[in-house]
């Protein structure tokens, strides 16, 4: 998919999620799409993506999430997030950033996170 047209569906999914009326729905929303934003941020509009595929580095995982870096790394060493080493750091899919977004919108009592392997 090209860039400029998966941002303009960002855009479209950010603007009806804001009417919604529950705020915990509002809230789930701008996460996910700030983190898509994140991930394509210095992509140009015409260059093609599979969403799918998506990785960000631990700097940018860690600006999604609001966490340091160093403990986007040790959610990662301690098996709580996937991801896979590229020179000296790590890679992190975006699709396996989304548990770690939804748990933040779960009523209390319900944010164990499941470790996936």
Same mark, same amino acid.
């Given at each position: 998919?090209? $860039?400029?047209?998966?941002?303009?569906?960002? $855009?479209? +999914?950010?603007? !009806? #999620?804001?009417h919604r009326p529950e705020?915990?729905? $509002?809230?789930?929303?701008?996460?996910? !799409?700030?983190?898509? +934003?994140?991930?394509? +941020? #210095?992509?140009?509009?015409?260059?093609?993506?599979?969403?799918?595929?998506?990785?960000?580095?631990?700097?940018?995982?860690?600006?999604?999430?609001?966490? =340091?870096?160093? =403990?986007?790394? /040790?959610?990662?060493? #301690?098996?709580?997030?996937? +991801?896979?080493?590229? #020179?000296?750091?790590? /890679?992190?899919?975006?699709?396996?950033?989304?548990?770690?977004?939804?748990?933040? =919108?779960?009523?209390?009592?319900?944010? /164990?996170?499941?470790?996936?392997?």
């Amino acid at each position: 998919m090209r $860039v400029g047209l998966l941002r303009e569906r960002i $855009v479209a +999914a950010l603007a !009806t #999620g804001l009417h919604r009326p529950e705020p915990e729905v $509002v809230a789930l929303t701008a996460d996910r !799409t700030k983190a898509m +934003a994140v991930a394509l +941020a #210095g992509r140009r509009d015409d260059e093609e993506v599979e969403v799918e595929d998506l990785e960000v580095t631990t700097a940018r995982a860690a600006a999604i999430l609001g966490f =340091h870096p160093e =403990h986007v790394r /040790r959610l990662i060493r #301690g098996g709580r997030l996937r +991801a896979r080493r590229e #020179g000296g750091d790590f /890679r992190v899919r975006l699709n396996d950033l989304w548990p770690l977004l939804d748990v933040r =919108h779960r009523e209390p009592g319900r944010r /164990r996170l499941r470790v996936r392997r």
